[in-house]
């Protein structure tokens, strides 16, 4: 009997080996050399193997010094003139053999030893605290430690530690209790000095990391009293981007943090000691020159640092970080991530503009228990990585996860694919001021807090908080209103948390599914009693989900309500929903529930949702109106211009939803074709004309209706849905109602029983004829075949009187009514 084998790729086994250098130099050699080898890739037991042995002297500084000395010239001379000078690849593979030859000792012997094959990579962690000259220390830190081959046929990826290594794993009480669920990787990106430098771009690298289950914040161009916010919350990973330096002797390091100061890393040793202490793991100073920093804070014990050992041009510490990030959220090591990414700048050709300059990032490392990974970051020590299907392990059936990801997908496809990320507002990002609200809502038991004249009841959050972090502190059963003014970005916050719930949901089945939901539509349906059937309902319509599935993940609370536009609501059936949404969340305790409204609706209801917190979002400043400009590039030169003169415009710009609309409506035009105007609603009609007349250019050449027609039926379609309460358009919300006048109505009331006329008719003919046809024994055949065709023919000849004296009547119907109707005979009311 044969049987069939089925091939699937080998997998790839981390090794780790330490290599720890003795007191010497290269001018005399190095006497203690020890090379630890490690199969299981940590130090957990003692090491498989352990090697002893010497370095020769070698004139491996002078090799470096002399790459160094042409590269550091080249990249000079590249951010002056953005050219470039002449090949330096034989200097810099000369420097790469050197380093082989050198090591070549405890090559052979690793070898010999390791049984390795090609999935298997190899981390390599170089410790130098032995080595008491600074000098010798410095040149060792310098040298391209990843191009040692020491396995020929796998991959090494390596770091140095400069003081012995911390075999004990730093974990917090929040980081055990974290372990337990999965939560959002906090990242805190620090925008230093730009001059000469494109910070924007970093920035958007690692907002990148948002639909990736990360939480990021910014501080930018920070003051030094602004790094407090080191202090103030838990950060996993601290990225650095801008200018820097390292002291003659490496021993320190510079951050250029704005245009005025300049800050000795060492005076962040308290802060950074808090954060690691509070669960930092990784600090990536994405900047110029920077062993000196990480030298610098090495004692602290933070796991990872990542620096850039030379000047690095803008443009390739940009993509560095890309391509970094980009390979470490998706599962892969540190040490893999930073691998890759060098391996992704060379296929980009930066090796050829400037040679060497992908050795110079290296991974500083204190900590040698285990890999750093995303996953790990995030509290997942297995499981399903979000996009795999259904394991048997899984508590939820086959079934329902099928479902499940059928609703996450209808949710992601509608509103994020098909809202968020289409809007300007998520191409040109605006990081929105927020605020709390603590009297907006109602608190449990009814509690009144007694405060002093001093304590406000609106706290202004810190400058980067997200939406995402505030709704994570309010722990499980948590419920969050949102109010804003018009156009201040209530909707695309409410998406961007979706957007972010989503991916929980994905990654982890125990969490409920976030749904969005669009409140304009309470009270329309005369059935709907409650608002769970209302929620059945809109689950039916919007989502094609069966009533019966709709109930059951209800009463199982297995849904995150999004519920959009509170305000849209009719004025006269606002406080009934506010009071549903109450004595749902009253009933359905554990239902976690997000609610959007305009604050002025809000705050004139009777009554105050029975909410755990309350977010409102600020007006725009003027650096965040500038960024956002800036952004937008040479498009919207003339709206620059315009802003500083024009009192109107700056009015309307404070708002996300004016700034896209002057995006749009105003990119591309000269500071001529913008005329000035004194008052806001001038400014405010001339900028919306210009929207409308721009939307309607990019439509097709020759379109099917005219652009006075269409305005003519969007002007319709628009009053009706404000008459209805309504901001999404459904055909089969449609009703007579909608018509535009009496006359209208009349006919389509006419219209509406002269058909049904014609059909009672004509069923009752043709049914007739069918019944006679079945039952009648009078018939004149002589054959079966003769009756069969004859009861047919007598079919087909009552469907047709039918069809036809039904087609009379409901017209003689509609020509009566309407005959009627003119003379006064009907009445005028419509109902």
């Not at 890393?265 to 062993?291: H, M, P, W, Y």
């Not at 069966?546 to 606002?574: F, H, M, P, T, Y």
């Not at 309307?652 to 700034?659: A, K, N, Q």
Request: charged share 25%; net charge neutral.
């Amino acid at each position: 009997m044969n049987s069939s084998t089925y091939y699937s790729p080998p997998t790839a086994m981390e090794k780790l080996a330490i290599l720890t250098i003795g007191d010497g130099n290269f001018e005399q050699g190095f006497d203690r050399i020890t090379l630890a080898l490690y199969e299981d890739g940590e130090i957990t037991q003692p090491p498989s193997y352990r090697f002893s042995g010497q370095l020769p002297p070698s004139a491996i500084p002078q090799l470096y010094q002399q790459w160094q000395k042409q590269y550091q010239g080249k990249v000079r001379a590249a951010f002056k003139s953005g050219k470039t000078r002449s090949s330096m690849v034989e200097d810099a593979q000369q420097l790469s053999d050197r380093l082989n030859q050198w090591l070549e000792p405890f090559t052979e012997l690793v070898s010999q030893t390791l049984q390795l094959t090609p999935p298997d990579e190899i981390r390599l962690i170089v410790q130098t605290h032995q080595v008491t000259d600074e000098k010798t220390q410095k040149h060792l830190h310098q040298l391209p430690w990843h191009e040692w081959k020491l396995a020929r046929n796998c991959p090494t990826e390596a770091a140095i530690c400069f003081i012995p290594l911390n075999a004990q794993k730093l974990q917090n009480k929040e980081e055990t209790e974290d372990r337990q669920r999965i939560r959002r990787v906090k990242v805190l990106g620090i925008l230093g000095d730009s001059k000469d430098l494109d910070l924007e771009t970093d920035r958007q690298i690692v907002q990148t990391l948002r639909g990736k289950g990360g939480s990021y914040s910014f501080l930018d161009c920070p003051k030094t009293a602004d790094l407090v916010n080191i202090w103030d919350k838990r950060w996993d990973i601290i990225c650095f981007s801008g200018h820097s330096k390292s002291a003659e002797n490496a021993q320190t390091g510079f951050l250029f943090i704005n245009h005025q100061e300049t800050l000795d890393i060492t005076e962040l040793r308290n802060a950074l000691t808090t954060a690691r202490n509070q669960g930092l793991k990784l600090v990536i100073f994405n900047s110029c020159d920077g062993l000196g920093l990480a030298k610098a804070i090495a004692d602290l014990n933070i796991p990872y640092t990542i620096v850039w050992r030379e000047p690095v041009p803008d443009l390739v510490a940009q993509r560095f970080l890309s391509h970094l990030l980009q390979s470490f959220t998706t599962g892969k090591s540190l040490n893999q991530s930073m691998r890759e990414a060098r391996e992704k700048l060379q296929l980009e050709g930066v090796e050829k503009q400037y040679p060497g300059v992908t050795r110079s990032p290296v991974i500083c490392q204190n900590s040698a228990t285990e890999s750093l990974t995303w996953n790990g970051l995030q509290g997942r020590t297995g499981g399903r990585i979000a996009g795999e299907s259904w394991n048997k392990a899984s508590q939820t059936s086959a079934e329902d996860y099928k479902f499940r990801q059928i609703l996450l997908n209808k949710v992601r496809n509608y509103w994020v694919k098909g809202v968020l990320e289409k809007s300007l507002y998520n191409q040109v990002l605006i990081q929105l001021g927020l605020e709390q609200h603590i009297d907006a809502v109602e608190h449990p038991w009814r509690m009144a807090w007694e405060t002093s004249d001093s304590l406000e009841q609106t706290y202004i959050l810190p400058v980067g908080t997200r939406i995402i972090d505030q709704f994570d502190e309010l722990g499980k059963g948590r419920t969050l209103l949102i109010l804003g003014e018009p156009g201040s970005g209530k909707t695309i916050t409410l998406l961007e948390l979706a957007r972010d719930l989503i991916t929980d949901a994905e990654e982890d089945e125990t969490l409920p599914m976030p749904v969005v939901f669009n409140l304009s539509t309470w009270g329309s349906e005369k059935r709907v009693k409650t608002f769970v059937d209302w929620l059945v309902e809109e689950l039916r319509r919007g989502y094609q989900v069966s009533k019966a599935l709709a109930k059951k993940w209800i009463e199982n609370q297995e849904l995150l309500l999004l519920l959009d536009g509170l305000d849209e609501v009719k004025a006269e059936r606002r406080d009934s929903c506010l009071n549903a949404i109450n004595q749902f969340c009253q009933e359905f305790g554990n239902t976690e529930i997000v609610v959007c409204s305009r604050i002025k609706d809000y705050n004139a209801l009777s009554n105050k949702l029975k909410f755990q917190g309350a977010i409102y979002l600020q007006a725009l400043n003027q650096q965040q109106i500038d960024r956002y400009l800036n952004q937008a590039g040479k498009d919207l030169t003339a709206v620059r211009r315009l802003l500083k003169e024009d009192e109107a415009m700056r009015e309307l710009s404070t708002t996300p939803l004016m700034l896209n609309i002057m995006f749009l409506a105003y990119h591309r035009m000269s500071v001529e074709e913008l005329p000035r105007m004194q008052s806001i609603e001038e400014r405010r009609k001339h900028l919306f004309d210009a929207y409308i007349q721009r939307m309607f250019e990019r439509r097709q050449k020759n379109p099917k209706y005219s652009i006075k027609q269409s305005l003519r039926w969007l002007i319709y379609l628009a009053q009706k849905m404000v008459q209805e309460s309504q901001t999404i358009f459904y055909v089969e919300n449609m009703q007579p109602t909608w018509l535009s006048n009496e006359l209208s109505k009349r006919i389509y009331l006419a219209m509406k029983f002269s058909m049904l006329f014609f059909i009672i008719i004509f069923f009752w003919h043709s049914s007739t004829g069918l019944v006679i046809a079945i039952f009648a024994n009078d018939f004149d055949y002589s054959t079966i075949q003769e009756l069969v065709c004859q009861k047919i023919v007598f079919i087909i000849t009552c469907s047709v009187q039918g069809f036809f004296l039904g087609l009379f009547m409901g017209l003689f119907f509609l020509i009566v009514y309407t005959f009627y109707y003119f003379l006064g005979f009907i009445e005028d009311d419509f109902s």
